[in-house]
Each structure stands twice: as structure tokens, then as C-alpha cells.
């Protein structure tokens, strides 16, 4: 069993709708955890951190975090095709070591 | 935010030379700094973990003779891809924890590699 694990995509969702990236995790002692985001070509770049079981909002993002069943999802609403890109799950374990997913590529349809 | 600079973006180089790419914290110290590879359409794997003033700590299969780092000051860390292969052609990235305390990782921009 991998680690982190993400469905490859693409995911298409069409523009100005609701997207779920969805992010298990393998590691019960995992601590932290992030969604990043990278467009092709670019190294990626932080959208998100959620510590804490629940959810957590930033503007048109959504964390949702549920250590009991090792599951983190990001949720992005009013998808704009801007936002088409690869999502990175990132884990963090053992305070040090972040492990990354392989990535869901998102593409938001005009 | 912390800011992490990576240089060159690009480079091209002939089989057999050595290619140094360099990582700066620009304003912030980092003791640490992570070197990332990332092959077309694969996700980040960790190559190594640069510690200042110390040797850098390896991931499993990851020669440490061909990838050489040199962490020597609390703001820079470089990768030395020396006598480069075409597989080595890769897309390098580094990255450091944001000293903030929110322990997120800041990501350079990246470094394309090809090998001729």
C-alpha cells in the first residue's frame, strides 16, 4: 500500500462548478497535512494545511480532514479554468518527513 | 511569505559534464532544505535532505556520489548532478520549511535538466 494516495484524474468538472480531490493516507501517526497545487512546467505551490479533524476554508478552498478514516479532501468551489492544474496530497509524518501523493490533474471545462 | 530561490530554470548539457544547481533562502535561514526530482507526468520524489554544516541525508536508491550537496551556509544548498546521463534529464526542485512555524515546505521554482 502506497503511503499517499490519489486518483490520477483527469478529473473534468465543468467551470463554475463544485471539484473533490480526495487524498487517503496509509500512516495513522501522520500530524499534518496539504494540498498543493502545480500547473505544468511550475513547481508546486501551498493552497492549504489542515492539522485538525474537520473542516477549514479559505476563500473558494475547503480542507476536510478525517484521521479516523485517514482521508483529507480539498473541495474547490466555482471552479474556474484557472484552477486546472495537478493537486498534490502532501503528508507529514513523524514531525519531519512529507510524503506526497502522485496527483490528481484537474481540468475545469469552460 | 518565506521565498526560495532556484537557478538556472532551465539547463542544457552535453553527456558526461557536471551540472551544479543552486538553492537560496532569501529571507529567511534554513538549516535544512529538501531536494526534490520529478519526471514527466510522476510526482515528487525526495532525493536527499541538505543539512547545513553536515553531510545530506539520502533516500534509498539515490547515489550519493552522482548527486552531491553541498549545504554550506544557512541560505544556500546546491545539487551537483555530476557526469550527467541522458536519464538524468529531470525537472530538480528544492524546497525549505517556511520559518513561520506552520511548518509548511516552500518550493523553488525548479530546475529542467536535459541531458544531451
Known amino acids: 500500500q502506497k503511503e499517499v494516495e490519489q486518483n490520477s484524474g483527469p478529473l473534468s468538472v465543468p467551470e463554475g462548478a463544485i471539484a473533490s480531490l480526495n487524498c487517503t493516507y496509509s500512516?495513522?501517526?501522520?500530524?499534518?497535512f496539504f494540498w498543493y497545487r502545480q500547473y505544468s512546467g511550475k513547481s508546486p505551490e501551498l493552497i492549504m494545511f489542515i492539522y485538525s479533524n474537520g473542516d477549514k476554508e479559505d476563500g473558494r478552498f475547503t480542507a476536510q480532514l478525517n484521521k479516523a478514516s485517514q482521508y483529507v479532501s480539498l473541495l474547490i468551489r466555482d471552479s474556474q479554468p484557472s484552477d486546472s492544474a495537478t493537486y498534490l496530497c502532501a503528508v507529514v509524518r513523524n514531525g519531519q518527513n512529507f510524503v506526497f501523493g502522485p496527483g490528481t490533474r484537474l481540468s475545469v471545462l469552460p | 511569505g518565506a521565498v526560495v530561490s532556484q537557478h538556472p530554470s532551465w539547463v542544457i548539457c552535453k553527456s558526461g559534464t557536471s551540472v551544479k544547481i543552486e538553492c537560496r533562502s532569501l529571507d529567511f535561514q534554513a538549516t535544512t532544505m529538501f531536494w526534490y526530482r520529478q519526471f514527466p507526468k510522476q510526482s515528487l520524489m525526495l532525493m536527499a535532505t541538505s543539512n547545513e554544516g553536515s553531510k545530506a541525508t539520502y533516500e534509498q536508491g539515490v547515489e550519493k556520489d552522482k548527486f552531491l550537496i553541498n549545504h554550506a551556509s544557512l541560505t544556500l544548498s546546491t545539487l551537483t548532478v555530476t557526469s550527467a546521463h541522458p536519464e538524468d534529464s529531470s525537472f530538480y526542485i528544492c524546497?525549505?520549511?517556511?520559518?513561520?512555524?506552520?511548518?509548511?515546505?516552500?518550493f523553488g521554482a525548479g530546475s529542467r535538466l536535459t541531458v544531451l
Open positions: 500512516d495513522r501517526g501522520s500530524q499534518s
Open positions: 524546497s525549505a520549511r517556511d520559518p513561520s512555524g506552520a511548518n509548511v515546505l516552500t
